[in-house]
């Protein structure tokens, strides 16, 4: 999965900054978002939004950390919810600072860093995603699929509200699914292998070591 999330990512990399047909569906997007807002919509998406901002979701990340770190049996837990958030906020970083991407133009003297790709959506599936993965083993099958469709349905409508908000065009908002994707899918796959009675030290640094990787 984190292969095809992967190919699918540099394909739609390589659209949005070399095909010129795709620019004209990244306006044809923002101009539909644009045509529908109103203030009910509006302070709708505001909140929805408010749920991917890095600092908001902060104190959060603490306190779930503190709590994987005070018990012996959650730390390779911890492992890999830092793993995965610190391999997505770094690969968001990198691509900020190095491609060249205006922010849609009600925003581009707003915002100063670069659209692609979208921070709050790849944060957003790299947080709640993971967070999934940890409580997984302890849900049953029905909560299962009750909390894997509530978060896939969370993460699109993050990616929403920033088009919605014109923060972001809609190959940004993909990029950020696809990126949190293949961040969350790596490091899960090295954590469930990680997981056995007798985890050592070396084997639980190989679990953030290789979460990093990623990146």
């Known amino acids: 999965a984190s292969l095809v999330l992967l190919i699918l990512l540099v394909i739609l990399a390589l659209a949005k900054f070399y095909w010129p047909w795709m620019n004209d569906v990244d306006h044809a997007v923002n101009y539909f978002f644009r045509s529908i807002q109103g203030p009910l919509f509006t302070q709708f998406f505001v909140g929805i939004s408010f749920l991917g901002f890095r600092l908001t979701l902060l104190p959060v990340e603490i306190v779930i950390g503190l ?35 205006p922010r849609p133009e009600s925003l581009s003297g707003l915002i100063r860093t ?37 978060v896939s349905l969370l993460c699109i409508l993050i990616g929403i509200s920033r088009l919605y908000l014109e923060a972001h065009w809609l190959t940004d908002v993909l990029a950020g699914l696809l990126l949190g994707g293949v961040c969350l899918c790596i490091s899960t796959l090295l954590y469930r292998r990680s997981l056995n009675p007798t985890l050592c030290r070396s084997r639980f640094l190989s679990v953030t070591l290789g979460s990093l990787l990623c990146a």
Do not use: D
């Open 114 to 150: 670069n659209s692609f790709p979208s921070g709050h959506t790849a944060v957003a599936v790299a947080f709640y995603g993971s967070l999934a993965v940890i409580v997984y083993p302890f849900l049953s099958t029905i909560a299962r699929h009750f909390t894997s469709i509530l």
């Open 67 to 101: 709590y994987l770190f005070s018990r012996q049996s959650t730390r390779p837990a911890l492992m890999f919810f830092l793993g995965v958030l610190i391999s997505t906020i770094s690969i968001i970083a990198l691509s900020k600072a190095w491609l060249i991407s």
